[in-house]
């Protein structure tokens, strides 16, 4: 009897940290089988970054651990503790997700709720700032500075966030696009 190696392919993987992000190659059975190993990266598609990547002299490693390095093992550790938690994957692979996230400030005040649209790659496609007042603002990619890193929809904790389309775009419909004055000129 012969065991059964499925084949891998090179995949370009990247984790964006915000203002850059870590690269590597990745030997993997599918794009699917490195986000379901590793936490917080996305799998590069783009041909031109591809080719471009061929030159950067990034690290080879395999989804199976072979040549791991720190960063990329931490991500790994990230997701095993994820694996076993109900909500696991439950985002990953729908077309759209809504999502409903708070993050504090710095100094624990001004806090910020975000009602955000992500395609099926977890990328934010539109967003709405909501203000403690009620008030919004919306915003989409034509008008970030760079495009926020992805959100990982393999994360259990993403499910407890999630909210309805129609949540979604009654707060939109409702802000303000961030080009606009309060008064409702635009700038």
Same mark, same amino acid.
């Given at each position: 009897?012969?065991?059964?190696?499925?084949?891998?392919? /090179?995949?370009? %993987?990247?984790?964006?940290?915000?203002?850059g992000?870590?690269?590597?190659?990745?030997?993997?059975? @599918? &794009?699917?089988?490195?986000?379901?190993?590793? &936490?917080? %990266?996305?799998?590069?598609?783009?041909?031109?970054?591809?080719?471009?990547?061929?030159?950067?002299?990034?690290?080879?490693?395999?989804? +199976?651990? #072979?040549?791991? @390095?720190?960063? =990329?093992?931490?991500f790994?550790?990230?997701?095993?503790?994820?694996?076993?938690?109900? $909500?696991?994957?439950?985002?990953?692979?729908?077309?759209?997700?809504?999502l /409903?996230?708070?993050?504090? $400030?710095e100094? !624990?005040?001004?806090? #910020?709720?975000?009602l955000?649209?992500?395609?099926?790659?977890?990328?934010?496609?539109?967003?709405?700032? =909501?203000? &403690?007042? $009620?008030? !919004?603002?919306? @915003?989409?990619?034509?008008?970030w500075?760079?495009?926020?890193?992805?959100?990982? =929809?393999?994360?259990?904790?993403? %499910?407890?966030?999630?909210? !309805?389309? @129609?949540?979604?775009? #009654?707060?939109?419909?409702?802000?303000?696009h961030?080009?606009? +004055?309060?008064? $409702?000129?635009?700038?």
């Amino acid at each position: 009897m012969t065991d059964h190696v499925a084949p891998t392919s /090179r995949f370009l %993987v990247l984790h964006d940290y915000g203002m850059g992000g870590s690269w590597w190659w990745v030997h993997a059975t @599918s &794009a699917r089988h490195v986000l379901e190993t590793f &936490a917080d %990266v996305e799998v590069v598609d783009d041909a031109g970054t591809i080719e471009r990547a061929g030159s950067w002299g990034l690290d080879e490693v395999a989804a +199976d651990g #072979t040549g791991m @390095s720190d960063a =990329l093992d931490d991500f790994r550790a990230k997701r095993d503790a994820q694996r076993g938690r109900e $909500g696991f994957g439950a985002l990953a692979g729908r077309e759209v997700v809504w999502l /409903r996230h708070r993050w504090d $400030g710095e100094d !624990g005040e001004d806090p #910020t709720v975000c009602l955000m649209e992500v395609g099926a790659d977890g990328r934010r496609l539109r967003q709405v700032e =909501l203000a &403690a007042d $009620g008030t !919004g603002l919306r @915003s989409g990619p034509d008008d970030w500075p760079f495009n926020p890193p992805v959100v990982d =929809l393999f994360d259990p904790d993403l %499910v407890g966030m999630e909210i !309805g389309r @129609s949540e979604f775009e #009654t707060a939109w419909l409702g802000a303000r696009h961030v080009d606009e +004055d309060p008064d $409702g000129a635009s700038a």
